[in-house]
């Protein structure tokens, strides 16, 4: 009797660790990356932001991801930037809920299209939503922008939306985890 408690203990512990640390990594602008004469509104749109997701920006030199304020987000302006990359594959861990607002600082780019704004909901949060800087007028939870261009069209499979720019990924403590599992499971419950 003790090694199916201690393996129905193994089960639940593995489940309560696994469903928390899955999180989504979004290709900002799906194929076309970060890049001037995309649409980021539009592809922010119906998506949703999580605490734990990770945003990954690809483009070619000549480019920057600027994380900014709200107020220079809006006005476009450049080197005030809380962070700032130009290595051409940028991810940004989405850590806490609220609006997080992205520039590319060449000048032009930004006042050209180049600018995300997507709010992050809570872990576990959600809903879509988009904010429209422009107007200043905020629908819950989800993220946006502003620009120009053709969007990239979302794949509906069985009613459920899925987004090209998402991946469902794993943390990497779970392979460690599932190995600490496995182990214990065989020693009390195998042996």
């Given amino acids: ?17 696994v469903v928390p640390s899955l999180a989504t990594v979004y290709t900002v602008g799906d194929s076309a990356g970060w890049a001037m004469g995309v649409d980021y509104s539009t592809w922010a749109t119906g998506k949703t932001f999580n605490v734990g997701d990770s945003l990954l920006f690809n483009y070619p030199s000549g480019h920057t991801v600027d994380e900014v304020s709200a107020s ?12 700032s990359d130009k290595s051409g594959a940028t991810t ?14 060449a000048m032009g780019h930004c006042s050209g299209g180049m600018k995300l704004a997507v709010t992050v909901a809570a872990a576990g949060g959600g809903g879509g939503g988009s904010t429209t800087p422009s107007s200043g007028t ?10 120009t261009a053709t969007p990239t069209p979302d794949t509906t499979t069985t009613g459920t939306t899925s987004h090209p720019s998402a991946s469902e990924t794993l943390s990497p403590f779970i392979p460690l985890l599932i ?4 182990a214990i499971f065989y020693f009390f419950v195998i042996s």
């Fill in 92 to 105: 940004i861990s989405l850590k806490t809920a609220g609006t997080h607002y992205f520039t590319c600082g």
């Fill in 179 to 182: 190995s600490g599992v496995a």
């Fill in 72 to 83: 220079d987000y809006q006005s476009c302006t450049a080197g005030n930037a809380i962070t």
């Fill in 138 to 147: 905020t629908t819950p939870s989800s993220g946006t922008t502003t620009s």
């Fill in 1 to 17: 009797m003790g090694n199916f408690r201690a393996g129905i203990f193994v089960l639940v512990l593995f489940l309560c660790c």
